[in-house]
């Protein structure tokens, strides 16, 4: 069942399981997740089901609503995005099956012909001798390390920035070029590793500076403020 993580700083003060469409956020005590801290609003947001997907909703709050340090009136929710309310974050956790494994034993997908053809490729290629098993994704710290040098980037979203709830700190570049919250993401998709910009033009690719998404390749060197990170996989 997804689930909210309510954290002060590093610690996690509660856990709230989504069990209800709606789950009300603020300082009023008839809220679902009471917060009393007088920069929160008494009814501040609300996580909601709709269909598959869970939403979050600013309603209407004094200092506003963030998803990965970004404001919002209302933005879909991903496994381990990070919702901001004041100096208190939400993190949800998604822990629900894959579609392609909800459906269970007793489920017969019909497949079309050219992808019953491609599935047969992969299996015979997974078996024979020569396979080789996916190389995993790692970030080498070449500059600015803050605690480890090597990172494994495990599951299928890592984030980069100063904040202690991410994966991979970094360090700020300067007096005057303080590094954010939530710098960058690294998701692992189907094509691919891709480096996802959290603050837009912060991340620095080989050299360019990266607006949206941009897909990785092995060597890739990426700058944060002040910490140079490689890609690589091995």
Known sequence: MPKLLLKFNAAVIKEIPLDKPAVTVGRKADNDVVID?????GHHCKIV???????????????????????????????QDVVGVAKHAL???????????????????????DKQEALA??????????????PAGWMRVLKGVVA??????????????KSDRVQIPIADGGFFNRAPEVAASVHKKAEGWVLKAVKEGYPVLNGQKVADTAPLTDGDIIECGGTTLQFFLK
Do not use: C
């Open 37 to 41: 801290n007088p920069a929160i609003s």
């Open 91 to 113: 993190v949800f956790i998604d822990d629900r099956p894959a579609p392609e494994e909800a459906g269970g034993a007793d489920k017969t997908m019909v497949l079309a012909p």
């Open 121 to 134: 490729k992969a299996a015979a290629a997974a078996n024979a001798p020569s396979a080789k098993a996916e």
């Open 49 to 79: 089901q709709k269909g598959d997907t869970y939403y979050v909703e600013d309603l209407e709050s004094t200092n506003g609503t963030f998803v990965n340090e970004k404001r919002i009136v209302k933005s879909g929710l991903h496994d």
């Open 148 to 161: 480890k040098s090597e990172y494994e980037l495990k599951g299928i979203s890592t984030y980069i920035g």
